[in-house]
């Protein structure tokens, strides 16, 4: 019984096209987020949400809308896709509590790819 | 704000040898501090963590001590197997900023040899 679980796996698309991934967690956690994970590996946070609000927001593009329906999903909608916007995106989970408490939960990642 | 860094990859070690990733960190008040790591085609999952001063954490045959005097949480392995290549990411929660969003470094491959 996956944990965090995010669709698609694989993605490959035409840029100008629009996306969405979707994710779920049945953790029971508060707070989900969305990252970002470059060919290098860099991990770079997207978004965080918390029971269905927004907390974190850096920069991204608005063509980037994520959207919480309740606190168990967490989905991303990508319009007018770039090539630049050729990664694996994770979605995350956590309790959102201070320290030790916060370990983040990943999903098995959503790999881009645009053409 | 706070950060963390890892040595720079990948690090190339024969089975058997003796890991040492390095990770240091900037941060205020009293952090907790991760591994984390991400094997080939998968997300990240938790390795261990420390919650204060000379905490060590442990799993898999892999530790790690929070330093608070040098602010490092270098990670260690007596002796590496061909199944931990991986990509292994220090990773920090703050103790105090009321959002709690980890620092993560920017991730250390490893690969191991037969």
């Known amino acids: 019984d996956t944990a965090v679980s995010q669709t698609p796996k694989y993605l490959v698309t035409q840029m100008g096209n629009d996306k969405s991934i979707k994710c779920e967690q049945n953790l029971g956690h508060d707070t989900m987020y969305w990252y970002k994970q470059d060919s290098k590996k860099f991990l770079k946070i997207m978004f965080s949400?918390?029971?269905?609000?927004?907390?974190i927001n850096e920069t991204v593009p608005n063509r980037f809308s994520p959207k919480s329906p309740d606190k168990a999903h967490l989905n991303l909608h990508i319009n007018s896709l770039e090539l630049g916007d050729s990664a694996v995106y994770f979605c995350?989970?956590?309790?959102?509590?201070?320290?030790?408490?916060?370990?983040?939960?990943f999903g098995a990642g959503t790999r881009l790819s645009v053409l | 704000g706070d950060s963390v860094t890892q040595m720079e990859g990948p690090v190339t070690l024969s089975e058997e040898a003796f890991l040492t990733i390095n990770c240091t960190y900037t941060a205020t008040g009293y952090p907790s501090l991760f591994w984390y790591v991400q094997y080939p085609g998968e997300g990240l999952q938790l390795l261990l963590k420390a919650t204060k001063a000379d905490d060590k954490g442990s799993n898999k045959g892999f530790e790690a001590t929070y330093r608070k005097e040098t602010t490092s949480f270098h990670l260690e392995k007596g002796s590496v197997q061909v199944s931990d290549s991986a990509v292994y990411f220090c990773a920090l929660s703050p103790s105090s900023g009321g959002s709690y969003i980890p620092t993560f470094g920017r991730g250390t491959s490893l690969i191991v040899h037969p």
């Open positions: 949400y918390n029971n269905k609000e927004l907390i």
């Open positions: 995350a989970s956590s309790s959102g509590q201070p320290l030790a408490k916060n370990i983040q939960y």
